[in-house]
Nanobody
Framework: QVQLVESGGGLVQPGGSLRLSCAAS????????MSWYRQAPGKERELVAAITSAGGSTNYADSVKGRFTISRDNAKNTVYLQMNSLKPEDTAVYYC?????????????WGQGTQVTVSS
């Protein structure tokens, strides 16, 4: 049974930090690219950060570059999102995503999301 379980969300003041974690199970984690997405009320889900299967390459949305860092630990089947200098506009539900493409099939899994609220 595939599971992606996010944790670490919560309420934080502007300028503060949070570290999100996503624990994966039920599939070969090290073969999957991992991403964090977010969705604010009334807005479309957007890509925040992504990391390749071995962790050698990362990609970030312009809005979070220099503030957020994505990382992974393939031994622990976990991907992280370190969020610093948080702003009210970072408020959203954050989702973990796993994706793998083969010659004939695409595999994609989503977590249930964790709420991040940035407010004073």
């Amino acid at each position: 049974q595939v599971q992606l379980v996010e944790s670490g969300g919560g309420l934080v003041q502007p300028g503060g930090s949070l570290r999100l974690s996503c624990a994966a199970s039920g599939f070969t984690f090290s073969r999957y690219a991992m991403s964090w997405y977010r969705q604010a009320p009334g807005k479309e889900r957007e890509l925040v950060a992504a990391i390749t299967s071995a962790g050698g390459s990362t990609n970030y949305a312009d809005s979070v570059k220099g503030r957020f860092t994505i990382s992974r630990d393939n031994a622990k089947n976990t991907v992280y999102l370190q969020m610093n200098s948080l702003k009210p506009e970072d408020t959203a539900v954050y989702y973990c995503n796993a994706r793998r493409s083969t010659t004939f099939l695409n595999y994609e899994y989503w977590g249930q999301g964790t709420q991040v609220t940035v407010s004073s």
